[in-house]
């Protein structure tokens, strides 16, 4: 069965770090893209990062600078660096795998986790 499982989500406060993980099992990923989304109360779910199988990022404007999208194809994982967090970027994150298509939208991944909860108090 195709699982991906994030972890690492929780509490912090405005200025700290979290590190997001997203192991994969079932199949390896290591040969499509994958990516980060976010989806708050009320929104719909966002773009945060992604990463290409050639390890090409691109990055959404609002976390630029300060967070880090990267993989381990060897260990068939994916990780999210957040560094100087913010209110805003409270949301439930995703990691999304294979998307059929242009890769920054939510609607082309095959894969997703189930979230991981990131919450930034002021």
């Known amino acids: 069965q195709v699982q991906l499982v994030e972890s690492g989500g929780g509490l912090v406060q405005a200025g700290g770090s979290l590190r997001l993980s997203c192991v994969a099992s079932?199949?390896?990923?290591?040969?499509?893209?994958m990516g980060w989304f976010r989806q708050a109360p009320g929104k719909e779910r966002e773009l945060v990062a992604t990463?290409?199988?050639?390890?090409?990022?691109y990055y959404t404007g609002s976390v630029w600078g300060r967070f880090t999208i990267s993989r381990d194809n060897a260990k068939n994982t994916l990780t999210l660096q957040m560094n100087s967090l913010n209110p805003e970027d409270t949301a439930l994150y995703y990691c999304?795998?294979?998307?059929?298509?242009?890769?920054?939208?939510?609607?082309?991944?095959?894969?997703w986790g189930q979230g991981t909860q990131v919450t930034v108090s002021s």
């Open positions: 999304a795998a294979e998307p059929r298509g242009e890769r920054y939208s939510p609607n082309a991944y095959t894969y």
């Open positions: 079932g199949r390896t990923f290591s040969s499509v893209a």
């Open positions: 990463i290409s199988s050639g390890g090409k990022t």
